[in-house]
């Protein structure tokens, strides 16, 4: 079962793809190349069963060995050569209905081979933005993974545009008899230089 908790904290890893909003609102052109800086996330991922037991996987993480470029154009976001490594430590706790059964925390390493992808997107507003087929670092893992539609906010800060985007998706499947519901969630920052 910990398999399915580790591949519910790597798809909600997977799923995200954002950043901070700066204090100054600009209304600046998005449209343009830019380099990945890095990326900061904060995911969780929760496995409920059907007699009360319930798993919680945590983690929160800023990328290394960031590289590769995307490229904003006319609704059109492109992805070359996007790569980065994430080291980090991964929390599981263990429930059955509220009480605390057990807590463990193992490392979680993860690197994004070299991709290159391409996607839409839809500004909205001054400051916001939506990706009909997911974000930035969606599927990338080549995991299969669905994914989702999802948005957040955009700001910039010098030759900085950060996304902010907070992702949660639910669903439901069956392993060994059992049916699960898996609760996937966070927030990411996506941080891009302009070239």
């Given at each position: ?123 909205i507003g001054a400051d916001s ?67």
């Amino acid at each position: 079962m910990k398999k399915v908790f580790v591949f519910g904290l790597l798809s909600a890893i997977v799923l995200l793809a954002a950043c901070k909003k700066d204090k100054n609102g600009s209304n600046a052109s998005i449209e343009g190349t830019y380099k990945l800086k890095y990326i900061s996330a904060k995911t969780s991922s929760s496995v409920i069963g059907n007699y009360g037991d319930k798993t919680v996987t945590t983690s929160e993480y800023t990328t290394t060995n960031n590289q590769g470029t995307i490229t904003l154009s006319n609704g059109a976001l492109t992805a070359t050569g996007l790569t980065y490594s994430v080291d980090t430590r991964a929390n599981l706790y263990e429930y059955f209905g509220t009480d605390l059964l057990d807590s463990s925390s193992y490392p979680f390493s993860f690197t994004l081979p070299a991709s290159n992808s391409a996607s839409q997107y839809q500004l909205i507003g001054a400051d916001s933005i939506y990706f009909p087929q997911g974000g930035i670092t969606s599927g990338a893992d080549g995991s299969g993974y669905q994914s989702i539609a999802n948005g957040g906010h955009y700001s910039f800060s010098g030759n900085l545009l950060t996304i902010t985007e907070v992702v949660s998706k639910d669903s439901t499947y069956g392993e060994s008899g059992e049916t699960y519901k898996l609760i996937e969630g966070g927030t990411s920052s996506v941080v891009l230089e302009k070239q």
